[in-house]
């Protein structure tokens, strides 16, 4: 989106082997990365490891400078796929060489960057919209009538190993189901959980 030439990069570049991440969703971010050589993995990780990919960059080009540009947070996770090369820009210096810009090419890149940070972060509400029916989908398998006509379920193992099974973080299996819980679709604590309402239940499921 930006050429490097714009801005005072460091002389020294940092280096980082295959399988370390860059950048963490929703990361703050205080500098950005420009990736000299090598190539990164856009996506997003669950208990430590990337289960969902969304892209593929190869350097040079800069990795977060749109979230820069829009002042917000890291959208994705960001994994050396291979050994790579990055420079490490101050935010407040990246900043700086954007105003130095004519208006126009800055309102061009603002837009730009504004319609690439949609399209990621549609992209990731659709994998959390994913995991929420592998969730509603497992609790339907796994409940049990009850004589007034709901469902129930008892939670045989620990969380994080129904997650593990899910293939979805255990913060994002407890988020769904505070989500659904929310929303009428689960009642109960501990590890008994009632399905009230098993037919709304099976349109978040996918069926």
Do not use: Y
């Amino acid at each position: 989106m930006l050429s490097s030439t714009l801005f005072p990069l460091p002389s020294e570049a940092e280096t980082a082997a295959a399988g370390d991440m860059l950048r963490q969703r929703h990361e703050h971010l205080d500098s950005v990365l420009h990736l000299d050589s090598g190539r990164v993995v856009l996506g997003v990780c669950e208990q430590g490891e990337l289960r969902h990919r969304l892209g593929l960059v190869e350097g040079p080009c800069w990795l977060d400078a749109a979230d820069a540009l829009l002042g917000k947070h890291c959208a994705v996770d960001m994994v050396a796929e291979t050994a790579v090369q990055v420079r490490r820009l101050p935010l407040d210096a990246f900043q700086q060489g954007c105003a130095a810009l004519p208006e126009p090419a800055r309102a061009l890149l603002h837009d730009m960057a504004a319609a690439c940070r949609r399209q990621t972060d549609l992209a990731v509400s659709r994998l959390a919209q994913d995991a929420e029916a592998r969730c509603a989908q497992w609790l339907l398998q796994h409940a049990q009538p009850e004589p007034n006509g709901t469902l129930r379920v008892t939670l045989q193992e620990r969380k994080r190993i129904i997650a593990a099974q899910l293939g979805i973080a255990p913060e994002t299996f407890s988020r769904i189901l505070r989500h659904l819980r929310e929303h009428g679709l689960i009642a109960g604590t501990g590890n008994v959980l009632n399905l009230p309402q098993p037919h709304a239940l099976q349109s978040v499921a996918g069926g």
